[in-house]
């Protein structure tokens, strides 16, 4: 009997991703402090036929010099800027990733945000367990109003287009700058696209849901913060990098914008010097797809990509389609 192909998992995952695979493959899974020493990752993936990783895991140029065997690289998440797609594609490596089974989970993140920073529910939980709330005052602790507000998606892909969906019980009215057109959010939610210049302008909460790459990154900086509202309050659940980091926290320290609700940081898990002192910014520890749902669908995608590939067939959801694996391209 041929020995059986080698699955290794970068990191503990749901076992729904895992169960499938077990009768076809040897599994082994890191369960030391993540991320996953590099050194130790290429030794391990380097006599695996298939790898399922996380977010945190560099996929480059180097790792797949390392990495002769593999066929394919399972990403656990939509977003894959952690790895080299270029370097995959020249590999013969196909890269996939879990696409559509977290957006409402990280829509609900997006929203949390928007509610949380603009009726200051965080800074009120530590006002109330510090015995701050001593008598009810007209004027205290005064948020800003989400409805009748104008919602700006920054990206209107499925997660975007989730967060607009969203928007409907606020009456709020929705602007979307994305590459394409989407007529279906034209049409259930009257959105209108318009250019990103409009975009910063017209916002009162302006959500990121851009992938991030090349022509993404520091996309919003000190000159389109300061096009926004002196009112308006910048919201990312999508990539840290996406924004100038640095250029956010002056922005938030001068109070040129109302405030920001972050989910990803530019070097996450670091946070820029002066992030954390902010009050007019609510930080998450990237957690936007973080419900046991989600993670477990996730988790079912990723091995399901890798199964299709052990059975020699294409996985469900190919982000570099123009390989064709030795597998494959021999059957
Ligand atoms: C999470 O950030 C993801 O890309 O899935």
Redesign the pocket.
């Known amino acids: 009997m041929p020995p059986k192909p080698r699955v290794y998992i970068t990191a503990p995952i749901m076992e729904t991703g895992i169960s499938p695979l077990r009768s076809r493959a040897g599994i082994e899974v890191y369960s030391g402090p993540l991320p996953m020493p590099r050194q130790m990752l290429l030794d391990k993936a380097s006599k695996a036929d298939a790898l399922l990783c996380i977010?945190s895991d560099q996929i480059d140029q180097a790792f797949f010099d390392a990495c002769p065997n593999l066929g394919i690289v399972s990403q656990h998440?939509?977003?894959y800027n952690n790895i080299d797609l270029a370097a995959a594609s020249r590999a013969g490596v196909w890269i996939t990733n879990?696409p559509g089974v977290?957006t409402e989970a990280t829509a609900d993140v997006a929203w949390a945000l928007i509610l949380a920073i603009s009726r200051r529910v965080v800074e009120a939980d530590s006002v109330m367990r510090s015995g701050g709330y001593t008598t009810w005052e007209p004027q205290f602790m005064l948020g800003a109003d989400i409805y009748g507000k104008t919602l700006g998606i920054l990206g209107a892909g499925r997660i975007g287009s989730a967060v607009a969906r969203r928007s409907v019980g606020w009456r709020m009215k929705v602007l979307y700058h994305s590459r394409s057109q989407n007529p279906e959010m034209e049409k259930e939610l009257q959105a209108t696209r318009v250019d990103f210049s409009r975009l910063l302008q017209e916002s009162d909460f302006l959500s990121v849901h851009l992938p991030l790459t090349k022509d993404t990154h520091h996309l919003i900086g000190a000159e389109e913060i300061a096009r926004m509202k002196s009112t308006a309050f910048l919201i990312n659940t999508a990539r840290g990098p996406i924004i100038d980091e640095a250029a956010l926290v002056t922005a938030l320290q001068e109070i040129r914008i109302a405030g920001a609700g972050l989910d990803?940081y530019e070097n996450e898990p670091k946070m820029m010097p002066g992030l954390k002192e902010l009050e007019n910014a609510i930080l998450l520890p990237?957690i936007?797809?973080s419900t046991i749902h989600t993670r477990e669908e996730?988790a079912r995608v990723a091995g399901e990509n890798i199964l299709c590939y052990l059975q020699g067939k294409r996985p469900l959801s190919i982000v570099n389609p123009e390989v064709l694996p030795p597998a494959i391209a021999s059957s």
């Open positions: 977010l998440a939509v977003g879990t977290l990803v990237h936007g797809s996730m």
